[in-house]
């Protein structure tokens, strides 16, 4: 499931956006100025970035400086009318990595999303280091510790998965139930005990908890 924050000012024009990335089963956040949106991007792991420059409060260059300056390598996406070489640069500069010119047809905005999405996420190494040794492989969906596999139940690495995807971040029992057992009945306790599990095979701070927070696994 892949999660995109949206930064538009223009209201229809943010809509259309919206409304065409559901449809592609993107999950999308949007917001109409750069400090709610930087705020987002502090409070839930994202997997994309779609900035307008000319937005409210804070403009999409600010932003992106925000988002560099705090180690934060999610793939930005520009949006703008801008067609100065010089605005172009300063972004590139920042840390963006792509731009798409206003108005653009939506089907080059998902060729752009998919391609960046792609090329971001399909290095040759894609393991992700996390605490007390152990490794995570993105592709393969394998918890590694000292190189050795961990062997994990089909829901324990579901939910496993979105932790080290909103890595950094807690998770309450409501996202997990929401997002990993879509909605699904099921009691908080199970969901308790399902983490448990996961601690009793990895380490018992490995998944970190804090009182009417959550859980989250650290970077």
């Keep these: 499931m892949i999660k995109i924050l949206l930064l538009e000012d223009d209201y229809l024009y943010k809509e259309s956006i919206k409304e065409f990335l559901e449809e592609l089963d993107f999950v999308v956040d949007d917001f109409e100025n750069g400090e709610d949106a930087l705020n987002a991007i502090f409070e839930t792991r994202y997997d994309l970035l779609l900035l307008d420059i ?21 793939p930005i996406i520009i949006l703008t009318s801008l067609t100065d ?56 969906s394998i918890l590694y510790k000292d190189n050795l596999i961990v062997e994990l139940s089909q829901k324990e690495l579901e939910v496993l998965a979105y932790l080290v995807q909103n890595r950094g971040f807690y998770v309450s029992l409501e996202t997990l139930h929401q997002n990993v057992w879509e909605g699904k009945e099921i009691s908080f306790s199970d ?29």
Aim: hydrophobic share 30%.
């Design 54 to 74: 000319r937005v409210p409060k804070m403009d999409g260059f600010s932003l992106v400086k925000y988002v560099r300056d705090a180690n934060i390598d999610t």
């Design 191 to 219: 969901i308790r005990m399902c983490i448990k599990r996961l601690r009793e095979k990895t380490d018992k701070d490995f998944i970190k908890t804090k009182r009417y927070l959550g859980y989250k696994i650290d970077k």
């Design 85 to 140: 070489i010089k605005d172009l640069s300063r972004g590139y500069e920042l840390g963006c990595n792509d731009y798409i010119r206003k108005p653009f047809d939506m089907i080059e905005l998902k060729f752009r999303i998919e391609q960046l999405i792609k090329n971001h996420f399909s290095s040759s190494d894609d393991s992700i280091q996390l605490d007390f040794g152990f490794k995570y492989s993105i592709k393969k």
